[in-house]
Nanobody, 123 residues
C-alpha cells in the first residue's frame, strides 16, 4: 500500500464527507490521482481523477455536480469533497496514482493504490 486514504464514515442521505489521499513515498505533482469505489457486491468503478497540476479533472456521471476533486501539491494531498450523498454512494473508496500525463478512468492504468476508506450513507 503506497497511498493512504482517509475521511470515510457514516453519514445520512444528503450529507457530506471529504476524503483525503496522501503518501510519503512520492510527490503528487508527478502523478495523475484518481478516486475509485467498490460498492458491496459490485466491481470497482471510477469516480473522479485530477491531473498532475490540478488544472484538469474528470468525473463519472454519478459524481458530476455532487463531488469535487482537488489537489494540494504543497501538502501532497488530494481531496474528494462529496456532497448530497445518496445510499448508492455507499462503498469503499480508493485513491490511486498514475505516473502519466493523461487522465484515465480505467483502474488497471493506475500504478499505485491505497487501502481504501469506507463510506456508508444511511437512508
Amino acid at each position: 500500500v503506497q497511498l493512504q486514504a482517509s475521511g470515510g464514515g457514516l453519514v445520512q442521505t444528503g450529507g457530506s464527507l471529504r476524503l483525503s489521499c496522501t503518501t510519503s513515498i512520492f510527490t503528487f505533482d508527478d502523478y495523475v490521482i484518481g478516486w475509485f469505489r467498490r460498492a458491496p457486491g459490485k466491481g470497482r468503478e471510477f469516480v473522479a481523477a485530477i491531473s498532475r497540476t490540478g488544472e484538469r479533472t474528470n468525473y463519472a456521471d454519478s459524481a458530476k455536480g455532487r463531488f469535487t476533486i482537488s489537489k494540494d501539491n504543497v501538502k501532497n494531498t488530494v481531496y474528494l469533497e462529496m456532497n448530497s450523498l445518496k445510499p448508492e454512494d455507499t462503498a469503499v473508496y480508493y485513491c490511486a496514482a498514475r505516473r502519466r500525463t493523461t487522465i484515465v478512468d480505467k483502474d488497471f492504468m493506475y500504478d499505485y493504490w491505497g487501502q481504501g476508506t469506507l463510506v456508508t450513507v444511511s437512508s
